[in-house]
């Protein structure tokens, strides 16, 4: 009787092998990587938004404070959202959204400059490569120095 052996480890390898085999994946190492870096990345982003550039802006705007425009649900005028959330009133906070958005489209910016200037630099790197790239070889019978996608060399006439 002639057992099969790749059934019998198939068998045994059950649920925590097949999970052991998934996690190994290369694809699945390098989405756990790539995710780590990014939030990594994403508190530099942060901190160049909010730190640098938004300072700038407020500065710009005459420091305008988006996070205390909202609308109280209950009729009542709250002079800051803080003031209406201690009241415990319900409140529409349209300015902490436009706040919102406002960061994500500069974390996008600046992500996008980072992006491309990275993509330039790759780019200037792979040319100056491709520019330092050989244009001749060495014959292996007669030695002479001669184009590098020749087929024969023209001083030997051998076929390379």
Known sequence: MVVDKTKA????????????????????????VGVIIGGAFQAIISSLVNDIIMPVISFITGGIDFNNWFIALDGSNYSTLAAAQEAGAATLNYGTFITAVINFLLMALVIFCIVKSLNKLSEKIKKDEEEAAPTT???????????????????????L
């Open 9 to 32: 480890v198939e068998k045994t390898k059950g649920f925590a092998g097949e999970f052991r085999e998934f996690i190994m994946r290369g694809n699945v190492m390098d989405l756990a």
């Open 137 to 159: 070889k060495i014959c292996p019978k007669c030695k002479s120095e001669i184009n590098i996608e020749a087929t024969k060399c023209p001083c030997c006439t051998s076929d």
